[in-house]
């Protein structure tokens, strides 16, 4: 109801501009999906190594659902956006974090 | 009853003015130095937590009487909604008080882990919880007992701890706290006693109908009669038949069994044993 | 054929028939509570049709998008709901006290059922619904808005929640529930130990229940980030607000390791799969791990909107600016955060290292200090103000003092050290009720006091609402003290039966305070009665009974469907407040506009009866019959996107009337001094403190 939180910019940027993103983001992150089974189902990379390209490319692919689907980037962050995604962050580092160390912990003693 | 088991006794239990002391099972009537470190950090705790509550309880019945609306004799002053001073003073009481408890926290923890041997040349035992039943297995003695865990007085234990099928935990309160025993898993508690007697154990995790009857007597012997009892126990048993656990939930067990099977407990215990199958 | 639709249902599945076959005193028991719930449901229905009521509920209620009569349906399914729980907990209560001289009331696998639904009915479909529906009546009005960002996916949560409660109900007629707890551990509730129906109830259950919390925590949060009105800044927004922001971004974290915990269950039941099974390598503590990193923030979504409400009626009851607002926003939000940081205490015994304990030890230690700071502002609220011990004020004051013990027993536990003595125990059963009663179920009663004038346009009856709270108040304190002592000897939680008899007479305490609890309700259901009778005398159409401070008390009682005719000027915490001191509460509009509102939709309904269907269909393996309703509900979805015309327009000229029909009975009413606040002279209208 109130001016100062309006609406996301993205909204006065036309339709065809928008759609033009949501195909880019389309076809991005479904690379990165056939990259990712792809690279596995082939055999082409294993144990370690699979690991460290899964992360890489499931890290890219959340960056590329926040660029292309929730219009999220660096140089026109809202404020509040910014601050969301960042406590979003520490608590997702929280419960990934604490659950490994558990885990690991339980692990080594039983 | 001491004066440290009044105080939790009387905060706890004014409800209802039942004679507690007579009912001596919980770990406020410790009978070993886990229980009696435990009920000593219980009542150091309440003693600490009475810097923070003592001024509510006296303040509360005061500032309802002075500002009463009929005929309070206390100042209204409506937009008072701060004051530094204090603010200051209930942010950092309760720090303070945190800050020493969790500090005490911290070497409680660390002294009284169930994993930490309370002592040289412990007594090893292997405890396998089974529906309804416990297993003892004494591996250095060579024998079994059921329901039953034979302690020597002046001796630590050591038990190794797992179940047959489902998560259970166990505990002789008045000795020490309880660990969870589960199936694929071997965890470890260990246990003294000041002096000889017999303590109840129990398993505190549901784990089906028979719950209520998963308990065992610990019975802490002094050295001399222990042994004796264990080159009874040896004289009296028979051998331990490969069955034992279908045998003892049917009802047709023994109180105690020779252990030619050594790798029992290790059987039991080993991951690949479980859910394998469906 | 038939088996892909109706599944492993069969006839000896009702509960009727079992106890047709078995007639002892266990089936007769349960057939009793079946057959409790089919009255209960025919009587309705009978209401409905001879009152000619199914019209007006269909439109004013089940397809209606108003936040306020979603909350209003969230709190009445919480109250059915609270009929059944606190009855099983009678029902267990005398069970354990009979059981030591014969075998009880009921089968040891029916009392594990009891405690099982007690527990999950509790927290997922009373404790829930309950605050949840408080925050959506009141939450909106509180920051000036017209509804939620969301309307029709706030319905469609509360359908999905109602769905739920009626996938645990007909669980009381067909086959059983679980009777693995309300936590569920593995590998009890596994496919091997808990074959049955029952762990896929609750798994279905927890799953419909959960994605509602997970969308209300979002439709709410952005809400409040979104639909503030013009001068309502975050630190302008009533505590109660705060309160709703951070339980709605638990909700959103929180939920979402149980939903995947319930379904890594019943792949693990159902379809081979090996996440909590030890010998292929799945591992079952990471079960209790991912329900407990749910099970602790939970505890937080419970409490918080409870402290929101304290923080309300403190300052409303004592005529006083709440005292500490940033204290208290800033301890309401490191609560949040530590929430997060804990979990582990709910299984301190599960032998991983001593450092490991100790830190969340620690953690758990840390909640005391914003806790604590929260007692104190509360109680420097009253200073200096003119406290009137109405009933809401009753149950805060009360919740003071409980919760001391409640906050003592919990630092108590926090200790491994102690946690090692008395988990699993009674004594821990104490403690969560200590928070859950006085914190929660009487926060959420203080709330239906002080609100229920703006939903209905009547205060409820004050002496009965007195006869509520000094039945429960004592009705607790007997059910819970003696569990403290039980547990403290050695009596463990779950227990169907305690051998030794010097348990009997805390047992009997314990049912006694059970029963005064179940009165407490009775007299509730009363004090509603009563009220609707008197509802003349007691009415408030001016809209403010109890000299309120926020904006949700700005109009009429009850409140415009559009909440508010212009936009409400907020300079100040205490908006209301500030209003009516510069007079310009009660003032009349130059010009009024056209208000958009959501158009009624049938389309949560339909996808709560899909969604429980498949739910229920999931439950029996009826696997056409679930991928027929789950196809149904995204059906509904997709076609619901293509509608346009969702909005329907008031116009102009409705509000004006509207409005000035309200100031019309603000000029009829007589300011009231609080002296006479409970008098039929107040119609609504606060005099001036001086």
Known sequence: MSDDHDLPRSEDVGEAAERRQYIRGAVATLALTLAAFGLVGSGYVSGGTALVVLCTLAIVQIAAHFRFFLHIDLARSHRDDLQLILFTALIVALMVGGTVWILFDQHTRM | MTPDRILPTCLLFFAVGAPAAAQEQGFLWAAGPVAEAQRAHFVSILWWMAVVTVPLLIGLPLILWRYRLNGGGGRYRRDWGASPLAEVAIWSVPVVVVGFLAWNLWHATLSLDPYRPLGPDPLEVQAIAAEGHFLFLYPDEGIVTVDRLLLDADRTARLKLTSVDVLRSVMVPRLAGQIYAMPGMTTELNLAAFAPGTYAGLNTQYSGPLFPEERFETEALPETNWHARIEATRDGAGPLPPDVLQRIAMGDGAEAYLAADADLFARIAAPSSHGAHR | MIGLFLGTLRWDDVTFVEFWRTPDLNNAIAAAAAGLLVLGVVATLILLTVRGWWRPLWRDWLTSLDHKKIGIMYVALALVMFARAVAEANVMRAHQATAALDAGLVAPDHFAELFSTHGTIMIFLVAMPLLTGIMNFVMPLQIGARDVSFPLLNAISLMLTAAAAGLVMVSLVLGHFSTGGWSGYPPYTGADISPGEGPDYWIWALTLSSIGSTLTGMNFAVTLYKRRVQGMHLFRMPLFCWTVLCTSILMIFAMAPLTLATLMLWLDRHAGFHFFTVGSGGDMMNFANLFWLFGHPEVYI???????????????????????????????????????????????????????????????????????????????????????????????????VTFLLGGVTGVLLANP??????????????????????????????????????????????????????????????????????????????????????????????????????????????????????????????????????????????????????????????????????????????????????????????????????AFAMVWQAWATAALAFAGVWAVVIGRSFVRDTERTIPAAEVEAAHRAWLADVAAATPVHRRDELTPENRGLAEEPL
């Open chain 3, 302 to 400: 419970l409490i918080l909107p409870a402290f929101g409400v304290w923080s309300e009626v403190f300052s409303t009851f004592s005529g006083k600016r709440l005292f500490g607002y940033l204290s208290l926003v800033y301890a309401t939000m490191a609560i949040a955060v530590l929430s997060f940081t804990v979990w582990l205490h709910h299984f301190f015994t599960m032998g991983q290292s001593a450092n490991v304990n100790a830190a969340f030890g620690i953690a758990t230690m840390l909640i005391g200090v914003p806790t604590g700071v929260k007692v104190y502002d509360w109680l420097l609220t009253m200073m200096f103000g003119r406290v009137r011990l109405r009933v809401p004020m009753l149950f805060a004051n009360y919740f003071l």
């Open chain 3, 417 to 614: 050290t102690v946690d090692y003595g008395v988990h699993n125990s009674l004594f821990l059963v104490a403690h969560f009720h200590n928070m859950l009663i006085p914190g929660t179920l009487f926060a959420m009663l203080a709330a239906i006091h002080l609100w229920f004038p703006k939903a209905f346009g009547f205060r409820l009856h004050e002496g009965w609402g007195r006869a509520v709270f000094w039945l429960m108040a004592p009705g607790f304190l007997l059910a819970f003290m003696p569990l403290y002592a039980m547990g403290m000897m050695g009596g463990m939680r779950r227990t169907a039966y305690f051998s030794d008899p010097l348990f009997r007479p805390w047992l009997w305490a314990a049912e006694a305070g059970a029963v005064l609890i179940l009165a407490g309700f009775a007299a509730l259901v009363v004090q509603i009665v009563v009220s609707v009778r008197r509802r003349d005398a007691l009415a408030v159409p001016a809209g403010d009974p109890w000299d309120g401070r926020s904006l949700e008390w700005l109009g009429p009682a009850p409140a415009f469907e559009f909440n508010f005719a212009g936009e409400p000027k907020v300079e100040d915490v205490d908006a209301f407040t500030a209003l009516k001191a510069q007079g310009e509460a009660y003032r009349r509009q130059e010009t009024y506009e056209d208000i958009e509102m959501p158009r009624n939709s049938a389309v949560p309904v339909v996808i709560g009866a899909l969604a429980g269907l498949a």
